[in-house]
Nanobody, 122 residues
Framework: QVQLVESGGGLVQAGGSLRLSCAAS????????MGWFRQAPGKEREFVAA????????SYAEPVKGRFTISRNNAKNTVFLQMNSLKPKETAVYYC???????????????WGQGTQVTVSS
């Protein structure tokens, strides 16, 4: 069982940056692929980024490539999402998730945090 707690969301102007953090419980953090998804009101949850067990493999959704960076610290059971050049359409609840394989499918992940709100103003 893994419990995930996100933090770092908030209100930012278009073009600004935010860094999300996700703290995981349990001793097996390094055995999970970690990911970030987001869900805007009235829309389906969508993949943002994922990172493999050691951090050497990463995957990004096309719209965020070059602007977002996912990273992890296995010693501190934490995964991060650095978001730069944010756009108003990226306003959403951002969710941290843990699974067994790098994937952009919601169903591939077993554990989810409660989400953190990111609001990008124009």
């Amino acid at each position: 069982q893994v419990q995930l707690v996100e933090s770092g969301g908030g209100l930012v102007q278009a073009g600004g940056s935010l860094r999300l953090s996700c703290a995981a419980s349990g001793r097996t953090f390094s055995s999970y692929v970690m990911g970030w998804f987001r869900q805007a009101p009235g829309k389906e949850r969508e993949f943002v980024a994922a990172i493999g067990y050691s951090g050497s493999r990463t995957s990004y959704a096309e719209p965020v490539k070059g602007r977002f960076t996912i990273s992890r610290n296995n010693a501190k059971n934490t995964v991060f999402l650095q978001m730069n050049s944010l756009k108003p359409k990226e306003t959403a609840v951002y969710y941290c998730t843990a699974g067994r394989g790098v994937s952009d499918y919601v169903a591939s992940y077993n554990y989810w945090g409660q989400g953190t709100q990111v609001t990008v103003s124009s």
